[in-house]
């Protein structure tokens, strides 16, 4: 890492965003709305997270939610798809800090002797990391504004090196820097009324760390009233125009909405010398189409890490977009297939389900039925999106019964020591020697070739497309002649650094049922949709009329 003197580059403003009580309060769609309302400034987004593990990517999305990938292959928290989402922009991976890597780089220098004859701590040398790092995401990207999300809440422990890292720079750039202070305040049942002690206290424990905050806002089932608002403002010693309400609202899109009623923007403008310009009529309508639901269609979603909905966020998102490209309202059913045994029994339990998503996952349970889902989709001809394990099963479903490829599988599901009579899916040669887990896997953007007159193109409207990836395994070329002839069309494909044909996207011809080995989900956007979830929408819209 190059050396950066400890001083930020101005005129960049910064805003810090802060949690307190619990968390999960949602930091990160509030930030995103932040940047959203200081459009079209050039904003960069920055978390910091507490955890040991140098990125998300090795942690089960059960524990921490959906790993986002970035274009740049960055496994990174959840929250930068909110980001990216809110305000069309890419992330790159040195945007999320973790303690993880922030030890790891420490630790590598203490080995390598540039702090030779000094006793390594945490003060000063991790916090002169992280600030150095924010340093050079500043200098880097030349933002006009940086927004620091710290995640969890300011305390936990794991945070506490964050917390005073930005201390310390709000002490070296002044009035550049502005803290929202994001706090719940729970409603009682029975009272109706918002309480507000709960954000008082964790105001209280943000002051003790020496940090005022400019603004705070209250996460709350509903609108802060005039006179809570003014109680938490003489508490913190901010103006009651200061307090911001986050209440429930049906969709998160509508927040950036809420923050401009409640006046943010014009508050944020004033404090940071700002004059922003959002462009929020479009961006109104779509949010107006997602709470109509007049039209709503039940569409199965079929995974394994169903008990957490958090893992499938950014498919979620997608939906909601594609959603209300169509104006439709899509509901979401989440499916185990552990014990889906048959495609009768698969359409038992998707009976009503008007279109099938077998989403991303890893390892061999519940694969079984998620195939016998495939060719009930199939046979039936329901509309059917696999996004990269989805579309390894459509491939091993295809092999089995339409190829009479008996056995036919991905040898990541076999079990230990079995051998696959007929590994349609494999890893790909790139993995084959892979031994190290973190960041290893074939990750981030590639580009595909879609071949004309396939209903892919047709979506993409294009013949080169772009789209993120998160796989070790691939469509084993051995059996690429076998499922055409049968009639599976690639309409996709890549060619990899060692020469490979990668199959990118596939289709059944004269049917609704696509697959890919992308992650499209990961780049689709309220005011952009991604082609296959809107194609997927429109085949359910189509075959309902
Ligand atoms: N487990 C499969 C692979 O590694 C699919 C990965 C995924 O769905 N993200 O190729």
Redesign the pocket.
């Known amino acids: 890492m190059v050396a950066i003197p400890l001083v930020s580059p101005h005129p960049i403003q910064w805003i810090v965003v802060t949690g307190g009580n619990l968390s999960g309060l949602g930091k990160g769609i509030v930030s995103a709305s932040i940047a959203k309302l200081l459009e079209p400034y050039k904003i960069v987004n920055v978390k910091c997270d507490g955890y040991l593990n140098v990125d998300p990517g090795t942690i089960n999305p059960f524990e921490h939610g959906e790993v986002f990938v970035l274009e740049d292959g960055g496994e990174v928290d959840m929250d930068f798809g909110h980001y990216e989402r809110f305000t069309n922009t890419d992330s790159k991976f040195s945007h999320n800090l973790t303690s993880g890597k922030i030890f790891d780089a420490v630790i590598s220098k203490e080995r390598k002797g540039e702090y030779l004859g000094k006793t390594v701590q945490i003060f000063p040398h991790m916090i002169d990391e992280i600030k150095q790092r924010l340093l050079m995401i500043a200098e880097e990207e030349k933002p006009e504004v940086m927004m620091v999300e710290i995640g969890g809440t300011i305390d936990d422990i794991e945070e506490s090196w964050f917390i005073r890292a930005i201390r310390e720079l709000s002490n070296e750039l002044g009035e550049h820097m502005i803290f929202c202070h994001l706090a719940y305040a729970p409603m009682l049942s029975g009272v109706e009324e918002v309480k507000t002690r709960l954000v008082q206290t964790s105001v209280e424990s943000l002051l003790q760390k020496g940090i005022r905050p400019d603004i705070v806002i209250c996460r709350a089932d509903k609108r802060m009233t005039a006179e809570a608002k003014e109680k938490i403002a003489r508490f913190c010693g901010i103006a009651a125009e200061a307090v911001m309400s986050d209440p429930y609202l049906e969709t998160i899109y509508e927040l950036p909405l809420m923050f401009e009623e409640e006046g943010l923007r014009r508050l944020l403008e004033r404090k940071l010398g700002l004059q922003a310009h959002p462009q929020l009529e479009k961006w109104r309508e779509l949010v107006q189409r997602i709470k109509n639901k007049e039209r709503t269609i039940p569409v199965a979603i079929c995974g394994k890490y169903t008990g957490l909905k958090d893992s499938y966020a950014s498919i979620m998102e997608s939906v909601v977009h594609a959603g209300a490209f169509h104006k439709v309202h899509i509901q979401l059913h989440f499916m185990d297939t552990t014990d889906i045994a048959s495609p009768e029994d698969a359409k038992q339990k998707l009976a009503g389900m008007q279109g099938i998503i077998i989403?991303?996952?890893?390892?061999r349970r519940g694969t079984e039925g998620k195939i016998q889902v495939a060719q009930y989709a199939r046979e039936n001809n329901i509309p059917y999106l696999g996004?990269?394990?989805?579309l390894?099963i459509a491939v091993i479903e295809f092999a089995r019964n339409v190829c009479g490829l008996k056995g036919a599988n991905?040898t990541?599901f076999a079990a230990e020591g079995a051998i696959v009579n007929h590994p349609v899916?494999d890893i790909l040669p790139g993995q084959r020697n892979v031994s190290r887990k973190g960041a290893t896997?074939r990750l981030g953007a590639y580009t595909a070739s879609l071949q004309e007159g396939t209903s892919v193109h047709a979506l993409y409207g294009s013949t080169k497309v772009s789209e993120r990836h998160?796989?070790?395994?691939?469509v084993n070329p051995q059996y690429h002649d076998i499922l055409q002839q049968r009639g599976m069309i690639f309409s996709g494909t890549s060619t990899d650094e060692d020469g490979t044909l990668l199959v990118e996207f596939i289709e059944l011809p004269n049917q609704v049922f696509r697959g890919t080995q992308a992650?499209p989900e990961f780049k689709s956007r309220l005011t952009a949709p991604a082609p296959l979830f809107v194609g997927f929408v429109g085949d359910i819209v189509r075959q309902r009329v």
């Not at 989403?359 to 390892?363: I, S, V």
């Open positions: 989403p991303g996952g890893f390892g996004l990269c394990l989805g390894q991905s990541e899916i896997m998160r796989h070790r395994y691939e992650h």
